[in-house]
Nanobody, 125 residues
Framework: VQLQASGGGSVQAGGSLRLSCVAS????????IGWFRQAPGKEREGVSC?????????YADSVKGRFTISRDNAAKTTVYLRMNSLKPEDTAVYYC??????????????????WGQGTQVTVSS
């Protein structure tokens, strides 16, 4: 299982970014996919997760209404995190991760076994 996250960058507050998480050697239909972030000096926290089979989604309260997790429904090898109305407090390194489908969505990083490398998101005020 290999994951590749990309799409980070620097934006001003109120701006948008779309992160991508690409799977190599498998498709997301058999996994839970989670997006996490870690700001300097803080613990890694769950942002959103998706059931790769039925598409159900869960969001952290801090991003509800601003972030949207989605997937490509063709190959099912890419999951996106659309981030709108970005705030300076969204600044962090963002990671994608997977866990087995039967375990369900979780916002706890320790529940995920496979991780992609992070992508930096910086939001300036």
């Amino acid at each position: 299982v290999q994951l590749q996250a990309s799409g980070g960058g620097s934006v001003q507050a109120g701006g948008s970014l779309r992160l991508s998480c690409v799977a190599s050697g498998f498709n997301f239909e058999q996994y839970i996919i989670g997006w996490f972030r870690q700001a300097p000096g803080k613990e890694r926290e769950g942002v959103s997760c998706m059931d790769g089979y039925d598409g159900r989604t869960v969001y952290a309260d801090s991003v509800k209404g601003r972030f949207t997790i989605s997937r490509d429904n063709a190959a099912k090898t890419t999951v996106y995190l659309r981030m709108n109305s970005l705030k300076p407090e969204d600044t962090a390194v963002y990671y994608c991760a997977t866990r087995r489908l039967s375990a369900g969505c979780s916002g706890y990083p320790g529940d995920y076994g496979s991780w992609g490398q992070g992508t930096q998101v910086t939001v300036s005020s």
